[in-house]
């Protein structure tokens, strides 16, 4: 019987609602069949006799019907726990794939801001890249110069960017290398 109960769902429900409705009236079929059987069928327009059947009538399907409302309302009941644990299974899984989702997209914003950043330090190496590539360019145009002259205080500052740049270029190659470090 367990068993039985374990396995309701809604349409197995229907059905046993509907054997329990066909027993009850089965059940007053019965009754009423001992009555006409038992007094032979015949309608008296005696109160006292219409009374007398009332009593015996609803002394013996009353507690029949009240029986069956109690067994029809125990399968709902069941039903609607079965329900219930099935929406709240339900939303657990929901709560755990939102979860799932939101750390994907923790990661994902991570990824976007860890690659916008490498995008940055990339053109600011590109840039510097350009910057030493014309300092070379004017140390290597001044050849020949005098001391003092305009052209060594040229070639001179020309050295010293490129040294700047060269040191800065390194630091930006230091924070790429980082990133590989930070990565999801």
Partial sequence: ????????????????????LIFAVSIMFVVLSFYFINFHGE????????????????????PVLSFLTLIALLLTIIL???????SSNEL??????????AEAHEKSELSLQLQAKALE??????AISHLLGQAED?????????????????????????????LELRKLYEQLKSFDNEKP
């Fill in 138 to 166: 004017t140390i290597r145009s001044i050849t020949s110069y005098q001391s003092g002259s305009s052209q060594e205080a040229q070639r001179n500052t020309a050295a010293k960017n490129k040294m700047e740049l060269t």
């Fill in 43 to 62: 309608l008296s327009p005696s109160h006292e006799q219409w009374g007398a059947f009332g009593d015996y009538f609803g002394g013996t399907i009353n």
């Fill in 80 to 86: 609607q726990n079965k329900q219930l644990e099935i």
């Fill in 121 to 126: 330090i990339s053109a600011r190496i590109s």
């Fill in 1 to 20: 019987m367990v068993h039985k109960l374990e396995s309701i769902n809604t349409k197995n429900l229907l059905k046993w609602l509907y054997w329990i």
């Fill in 92 to 101: 657990e899984a929901t709560r755990q794939e939102l979860k799932r989702s």
